[in-house]
């Protein structure tokens, strides 16, 4: 991918109440990355990719973006699998992989998702959950249920023909009052009725605040760009055991590699993948 990355933005407040912490994403840039990035999908197929995106950057918000965090969806239904890979320097990326199944929810039981963060050292921690029935801000909703013991709504939202994309993640805090929680609920509940193009974020936090306002808010930038190189590429092929390098290079022509995140191609020699071993 080359010129300027999409960027999008994640923006992280709280009501003045100090009772819901929410956090918003216009993805539409995202979508646009995602374009640009696999010509070779339709644009439902983008939009499935386009709001898991999403629910990572505001799922790795919630961390202050400051670990690697990647989703995996695997399932049975048009999407094989989809994985969505976000850094802590903003960069985020994902691919999708086609199933066999021609019509149906993009994403269905039975399957399975993983959440894997990755530390500043470079730990990770991977959990896997079996997928329920609901797409993915339903996974995504009851991976925090289940494995972080945080109660919190998600949307997502991608329309596959204009482009129109975003995410809104809300959380009551503890100490929220019953009453609150029930005109929250109520709140996002009425978010089917608003357009697309209408869910900015003055507007969702104006909408979950209920008119009292948010305070200590901050801004994350993203950029759809992927992080592959040559350079990381040969590492990665110098790691495979005699018998597999051999067999991929049988003949004298280049063995030409592409990459699943973005479809760029780089052609690589038998003496490229020896130069490093000697």
Not at 23 to 45: K, M, Q, Y
Not at 220 to 249: G, S, W
Not at 255 to 266: H, K, N
């Amino acid at each position: 991918m080359t010129g300027t990355p999409p960027q999008a933005t994640v923006i992280k407040a709280l009501t003045r109440d100090r009772c819901i912490r929410l956090s918003s994403l216009d993805a539409s840039p995202l979508w646009d990355g995602v374009r640009r990035g696999h010509p070779h999908l339709a644009p439902e197929a983008c939009a499935c990719l386009t709001q898991l995106l999403g629910a990572t950057a505001l799922l790795q918000g919630r961390t202050a973006f400051s670990e690697r965090l990647q989703l995996l969806v695997k399932g049975a239904g048009r999407a094989k699998a989809v994985v969505a890979d976000c850094w802590p320097d903003g960069t985020i990326r994902g691919v999708l992989d086609l199933s066999a199944v021609a019509t149906g929810d993009w994403v269905a039981a039975p399957g399975l998702l993983q959440v894997m963060r990755s530390n500043a050292t470079g730990q990770p921690y991977i959990g896997t959950l079996p997928l329920v029935e609901g797409g993915i801000q339903v996974q995504v909703e009851h991976y925090l249920q289940q494995s972080e013991q945080v109660q919190a709504s998600l949307t997502l939202w991608c329309d596959p023909g204009t482009g129109e994309a975003g995410g809104l993640l809300v959380e009551p805090l503890p100490g929220c009052p019953p009453a609150r929680l029930a005109r929250l609920i109520q709140a996002i509940e009425g978010l089917e009725v608003v357009p697309f193009w209408e869910r900015t974020a003055d507007f969702l936090a104006g909408w979950i605040s209920q008119g009292e306002g948010t305070e200590e808010s901050t801004a994350t930038e993203l950029f759809y760009r992927c992080r592959c190189t040559r350079q990381a590429l040969l590492e990665a092929l110098r790691r495979f055991p005699a018998e597999q390098k051999a067999e991929l290079f049988k003949g004298e022509e280049p063995l030409e590699v592409r990459c699943d995140y973005c479809s760029s191609i780089y052609p690589i020699t038998r003496d490229d993948l020896l130069a490093g071993e000697a």
